[in-house]
């Protein structure tokens, strides 16, 4: 790669994005972080009070529920997802007619509004007009995801993987599709079997990809909101009450600022230390390539 | 491997069953909706569409979703372009600090940002407009468009900017004569993305807004909490939001998967 060529004015490029996305980020930010040390009694009167927020919120039940169920969550979706979208992309056509239906028919569900996807697994998983509750009642197993929290478990995940497995199988699928045809025919001259293809060439190839693919997943699911939102509501009682559930419910529901920035701090700071392992992991990842590849 | 045509078909028919059945019980009256169960309408009915069709409280939220979606995409991407050709041509000062910045801000949760933005807008008189949603989208959607513009103009060589130049072409004039047609299709797959994540997001847009400028999607959450839940338009209202992204995505089958490919979403 060449260098690229050192100029202090490309900042005037960069300005409009700086502008706009300072405008809706840092001032937003700086609210949060303002409620997050003051308390109020309404009246626009606030006073400080340091690091309450926060401890009180660390030690708080709610809290560690809320985090601890968003962290089984996100493993859950990961150990579905990532294997089920490897394997139907490995799967899928390479050429002819099947290639456009099954881009097509796989990237639907990612363009539905979210909340839609909500309405449809509720309408979907009723025991009273639900193709699925209904079914799985007929076959004479309990299922009702309004008042068991196994089931409600069970139906967000499903309902998750239907959602979101497509962009895993997009991802893999671009990443298989990037591997010359010379790789495979030396394959089949040395006689490796279909399993050491996949091990030793498919693989280290989607190694990229499928980086971005955990790490996209990871995050997603841990700011889920208005699917769960709008299919069960944070029920049965708070079993399938997320972080995001648990945080709008104290900012918008209950009004109480000061926990609710702090919790938003917290919150942030979490996703900001994995974005930055992910950035570091990508960019090594490219030198890498750039180096082994030119 | 003669079976291996199974596995994507199971699963085409996994995401299309849900799919399937929101249009069932769009085609059905609600009566029939709660009496009968059966797997396709006995009376076929397009009235909940026509409920839609002609209730404006109803057809302008998809007006409103359609304003908002095209101002963010226009803004994105407008504003995205030469930022990401400096990223992608030139070293300066907090270069990487700025990029890794912006990227926080697409994996930032919008729960985080709702009750801070409704203060923001409101206290500047954008509250229930629909520049305040566009811009509130662009906090994810400008990051990404950068992100994804970048990718597409690096595998543009630079040979073709330094001719121009020494062509005596201005900046302004090579950029837009020259340089953007060469990177049409990722402009292309750039708006496809923002229009994908302005379309489908619904907790700020919701927070942003009261009448005027309400999302369909919002419309929807709150006819399912008012009306005594009349689950045929609800369906018909959900198929409705299903069309648009469909066609969209039927406009850039081509080039999905080259976006995907750059991995960049």
Redesign the interface.
Known sequence: M??????????F??L???L??A???I???M??VNYSVQDTFGNNQFFWVGMDWFRDLLHSERFHDAFLRQVIFSAIILTIEIPLGI??AL???RKGW?V?????????????????VG???Q??GRV?????G?TLTALGIDYNYTQDSVAAWITIIIMDV?HW???V???C???L??IPDAYYQAAKIDGASRIAVFRYIQLPKMQ??LL?AVL?RF?DS??I??EPF?ITGGGPGNSTTF??ID??KM??GQFD?GP?AAM?LI??LV??L???V??TVMSNIGEESSKGGT | MRW?????TL??V??????Y??LN?SLKTNAE??SV?S?WPENLTFDNYRVIFTDPSWYSGYINSMIYVSMNVV?SVS??L??A???S?????G?KH?F?W????R???????????F??YSSIGLFDTHIAVA??H??FN??LS?WILEGFMSGVP?EIDETAFVDGYSWPHFFVKIFIPNIASGIGVTAFFCF?FS?????LAR?LTAVNAKP??AI??RT?SASGLD?GV??AA?ML??L???L???FV?NH???G??L???
């Open positions: 060449i260098e690229k060529k050192a100029n202090q004015k490309a900042w490029m960069v409009p994005v700086f706009v996305v405008f809706s980020a001032i937003p930010l609210t949060v394997a139907i799967a899928m056509p099947g456009p239906v099954c881009l097509i028919t796989m990237a639907l569900p990612l363009l539905i509004p979210w909340n839609v309405t449809i697994w309408i979907f009273d007009i639900g193709l699925l209904h239907w497995t497509s962009l199988v997009l991802l699928y671009a990443g599709c990037s990229r990809v971005i996209l995050m841990f700011m909101y208005t709008v972080m995001s945080l709008v900012a918008i600022l609710a938003s919150y942030f996703i900001l994995l974005c930055w992910f950035f | 291996k045509w199974l596995i994507p699963y085409i996994f995401l299309l069953l849900p799919i059945w929101l019980m909706i709660l169960f797997l803004i504003c995205a030469p930022a050709y400096a990223f041509r030139y070293s300066f000062i270069d700025l890794f912006l990227l926080t801000n994996m930032a949760p919008p729960a985080v940002f709702a009750l801070p933005f203060q923001l811009l509130a662009c906090l400008i990051p950068v630079r994908m379309w489908v997001e619904l907790l927070t369909i999607s929807m959450t399912v689950w609800l369906a959900g939001t299903i648009p992204g469909a969209v995505i039927w089958r999905i998967a080259k995907f490919a991995g960049r979403v």
